[in-house]
């Protein structure tokens, strides 16, 4: 089981700073783009100012907010993007973190309306699942969380349609490696795809593995890509759409066989 616990005030500011920096470093964003924010009680976060680049914040910038928007301290304004943030919290009660940021190859596939989500990587599978495209809407408008909305439950990262990414985790750390791996395995997908022209995908029986793996680690989010059946007959080279239900039934019979070897071998579960 995940153990909840809240950063203090001076930490969440601190890991803020520390994070926006590395956004700022490795391009994911540019001049002023993008926010962080950190859950440091049930109803309180702490946010980035608008009009700062992320590369260059100090803590006494920050602003801590209540979830219905309420500035309760810091001298500037968050920004106005900061409503996307809210809604998060409000929506997904483990989140205690969330990243904004135009990270270029990922935001390409938000300007062409990709769902990033052709399983060619374990790691992307267990640590991003499906990433959906959230419609198109104006900044700064609640339009914007509205988009997303509707994704927040079963996912832990969107793209923003000709915008940029959005994810969110159980700390600011698990946020932030999202962003990563969301960037990391856009570049891949768009290397293998799009340049060696070949990506061989996992199978429904290896995504089921996975998914097994990724429920071990306590995440409950993340959804599952669409997969194909591997081969039954090789002499056949037909492959069909496994559906989501399909993968869940995989993983269920997967886990009987498990408990039923085990109880025939007299062990306790
Ligand atoms: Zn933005």
């Known amino acids: 089981m995940y153990q909840k616990k809240y950063y203090s005030d001076f930490e969440a500011k601190k890991w803020i700073v520390e994070i926006g920096n590395r956004?700022?470093?490795?391009?994911?964003?540019?001049?002023n783009d993008g926010n962080i924010s950190v859950r440091v009680s049930p109803d309180t976060i702490w946010?980035?100012?608008t009009g700062v680049?992320?590369?260059?914040?100090?803590?006494?910038?920050?602003?801590?907010?209540?979830?219905?928007?309420?500035?309760?301290?810091?001298?500037?304004?968050?920004?106005?993007?900061?409503?996307?943030?809210?809604?998060?919290?409000?929506?997904?009660?483990?989140?205690?973190?969330?990243?904004?940021?135009?990270p270029p190859m990922?935001?390409?596939?938000?300007?062409?309306?990709i769902n990033l989500e052709k399983p060619v990587s374990p790691e992307a599978v267990v640590l991003l699942g499906r990433v959906p495209v959230a419609p198109y809407a104006t900044p700064s408008t609640e339009e914007v969380p509205d988009s997303i909305t509707p994704l927040i439950k079963d996912h832990h990262a969107v793209l923003l349609a000709n915008h940029g990414a959005l994810t969110w985790g159980r700390d600011l750390f698990e946020a932030?490696?999202?962003?990563?791996?969301?960037?990391?395995?856009?570049?891949?997908?768009?290397?293998?795809?799009?340049?060696?022209?070949?990506?061989?995908?996992?199978?429904?029986?290896?995504?089921?593995?996975?998914i097994e793996m990724r429920n071990k680690m306590g995440i409950k989010t993340g959804g599952v890509p669409p997969c194909k059946v591997p081969d039954q007959n090789p002499a056949q080279n037909q492959t069909s759409n496994q559906t989501k239900e399909q993968v869940i039934q995989n993983i269920v019979e997967k886990v009987t066989r498990r408990v039923i070897e085990q109880l025939q071998k007299g062990g306790s579960l």
């Open 47 to 49: 946010t980035t100012p």
């Open 106 to 113: 990922a935001t390409s596939y938000a300007i062409a309306g």
């Open 53 to 102: 680049s992320k590369g260059f914040m100090t803590p006494d910038m920050m602003v801590k907010m209540r979830l219905d928007g309420t500035i309760i301290a810091g001298n500037r304004k968050p920004s106005s993007e900061v409503k996307m943030h809210l809604r998060v919290y409000r929506e997904s009660e483990e989140t205690n973190a969330v990243v904004h940021a135009h």
């Open 23 to 31: 956004i700022y470093q490795k391009n994911f964003v540019a001049a």
């Open 176 to 210: 932030y490696y999202r962003m990563e791996s969301l960037e990391h395995y856009a570049l891949m997908l768009t290397y293998s795809t799009n340049i060696l022209n070949k990506a061989n995908e996992l199978n429904c029986n290896q995504i089921s593995d996975l």
